[in-house]
């Protein structure tokens, strides 16, 4: 019995197969999202297929041009879209040009070398690019530059200059610095708004400001010229500064040893009276345990000795280290480190707690150096 002479039953043909695999496909496929959407569930890995060593996103007449035997990669970091994708077209282009390839060859090696370029998410990105749909460069870096959009920066503006102030504390050439660094980055850069952004951004007691307020400048080159002779005298001004101090600290501690040479301290005591040696050691004892035991809020307030010494309480330190002996250097604090301060240290005590200059123990041992 034959299939014609079955009634109800038809021979299948090739419209009847089509069909089935177009809605097998169709079912197959609704599986899968359903797969994926549950979840714990791994997603099932994609089989390639048998031509798939052939797939191209460009078209044949790309696709199909050789490559030049001699050419070589340009070595160069690889893109992986966190960075602005212009930057890195811009690199792209600048280190393919310097390569030896014939121009009718340019685009083409220019194409099919880019996926080199990339890694990550943006290889991955250029892989799936559907095949035959790229027929020249410019339409490859145009769809490059549109997937990674959200990593391009904000182009800046000549009014951002602005927002450049000289920082407290900041000298002239920390300025100039950051202020060159911000104006490079802006592109066609108002040459007027610059000149005015870095004059404001002065401070307003600066000879510089002043300097700029009274003669205006008609370019950014001048504006630079003056920066660089006012930043010069400030350095050399420092420089001087800096010498006098060194001349001075080491004239002080000369002072110092000599008059710790004639303290009363380092003489002998005269045996036939103890009254000096039981005092000193009172206030000795006083000075050391002050404190102990009583609430710090309930501790009468001590007035520390006071001196005019043009120096640093750090660098006093460090002129006392080199006097030795002659120096009576504190006990250990008596406050448990936990109930300290960890953020002051105290160059005196070596530790921390308070600060160097707030050191009563310190400006004790200078009032008795400077008898």
Request: aromatic content about 10%; overall charge positive.
């Amino acid at each position: 019995m034959s299939l014609q002479s079955t009634p109800g039953l038809v021979k299948p043909g090739p419209d009847l197969n089509l069909s089935a695999n177009l809605d097998f496909s169709r079912r197959f496929a609704e599986m899968e999202a359903l797969i994926q959407r549950m979840p714990g569930v791994p997603a099932p890995i994609k089989k390639s297929t048998a031509n798939s060593f052939a797939d191209s996103p460009f078209v044949d007449a790309i696709a199909l041009m050789e490559m030049p035997k001699k050419f070589n990669f340009p070595n160069m970091k690889q893109y992986e879209g966190t960075t602005d994708p212009d930057d890195h077209i811009a690199q792209y282009k600048q280190r393919m040009f310097t390569a030896a390839i014939p121009r009718d060859l340019r685009e083409a090696c220019m194409c099919k070398a880019f996926g080199s370029s990339l890694s990550g998410p943006a290889l991955q990105w250029y892989t799936n690019l559907p095949n035959n749909s790229i027929d020249s460069f410019a339409q490859l870096t145009d769809t490059f530059v549109e997937q990674f959009a959200s990593s391009r920066k904000l182009e800046k503006l000549s009014d951002d200059l602005y927002t450049i102030t000289q920082r407290t504390g900041e000298n002239l050439r920390a300025y100039v610095g950051r202020f060159n660094r911000e104006k490079v980055q802006i592109p066609h850069c108002n040459q007027a708004t610059a000149i005015y952004a870095f004059r404001k951004g002065l401070r307003f007691d600066s000879d510089l400001y002043k300097e700029l307020t009274k003669y205006p400048c008609r370019t950014m080159e001048d504006v630079l010229a003056k920066a660089w002779a006012q930043i010069k005298w400030e350095e050399d001004e420092a420089n001087f500064v800096g010498k006098a101090n060194g001349s001075y600290y080491g004239s002080r501690r000369n002072e110092l040893v000599d008059r710790k040479s004639n303290d009363r301290r380092s003489e002998p005591y005269p045996t036939g009276d103890r009254r000096g040696i039981q005092s000193r050691h009172e206030n000795s004892r006083e000075r050391n345990t002050y404190g102990r035991g009583i609430p710090r809020s309930s501790r009468p307030k001590v007035e520390a000795p006071e001196y005019l010494l043009s120096i640093e309480p750090v660098d006093l330190v460090s002129v006392m280290r080199e006097m030795g002996k002659s120096v009576k250097w504190p006990r250990k604090m008596n406050a448990l480190p936990e109930h300290r301060d960890s953020k002051l240290r105290c160059e005196f005590h070596g530790d921390h707690g308070h600060r160097t200059e707030d050191c009563i123990a310190l400006k004790f041992e200078v009032a008795e150096l400077l008898k």
